[in-house]
């Protein structure tokens, strides 16, 4: 990669990251198009109804297209694509760092960064193999492919000296291990235990889940248990909660404007597909939900 491509390289991922977060709230916007955002248990009912659409309303060419449109689905376990892909990127990240850099030291901080994004894409693979139980269940591929975008573009989000020119200059924002302040390494230490824990939460949450849909073998179909204990007592999706946090700490580790604004996607996309999950469960557990009249999607008391 030449100098003028590394230059513009953070610019472009700024744009990158903007539009996702532009596209989620358009998602939002307009309900019609909120099959892009479903997955699973979301996606499986919301595929049944559009097909019903498209077969049995031949007069309306909108509803047509919307329902050509949502079955464009793949495999959920595909997930697992999108986790090999962040491991592999963060892995080739790590060896362009190495090549680019005059200087043989790399910034500590960025390591980390790309070293905890590596585990959280390992631990994330793990229990697509182990704990989640797919079955049939599919996602739409715009999500998909955006997964896979999302999964690939981030190592470099994390690296932001790749960005820099060939004198080696670092960014001012962006807070090195080597010669941090006592602020900013503490800062930096409660983000990286912040992340542990998140990851570990997030971890026993999607067990939650995986324990909460039983399989009735036979007919195949599918009965759902409502989520109880620890933060599903408050929101609907704390594994997105956790998720949220992770990044969040990725922010704190750098502190520069290119996390930031990766930050403001993830929390973008997780709100509104949170917001979708706390409808699904609106419209299958009315009477649990009469007794949870302040459950939030993914933020407690707020959202």
Known sequence: MNLISRQDLGHRLHLVWCALAAASWLVKLFPQLDFVSKHGKLNDSVSTQHRHISCGDNTSAGASVAGALAALTVPKYWFT?????????????????????????IVATETVCLGLFALHCTRRLLECWYVIEFGESRMHTSGYLVGLLHYLLVPMSLSPSLSLSVSGARTPSVHTFEHSTMQASTTQIAAILIFFVA????????????????????????????????????????????????YICFNLLLQEKNTCILLIWVISNLSVVAQVNLEWYKRMFPSEMEKKKNWKSCIPFLY
């Open 81 to 105: 694509h999108l986790y090999i892909t962040g491991i592999a990127t963060t892995l080739i990240t790590l060896l362009q760092r190495r090549v680019w850099s005059r200087d043989e030291s």
């Open 199 to 246: 990851s570990y939460f997030q971890h026993m949450y999607h067990r939650v889940l995986s324990s909460s849909t039983i399989k009735h073998t036979g007919s195949g179909k599918k009965q759902y248990i409502f989520p109880r204990g620890g933060l599903f007592n408050y929101v609907s999706c704390p594994h997105y909660t956790c998720e949220i946090m992770i």
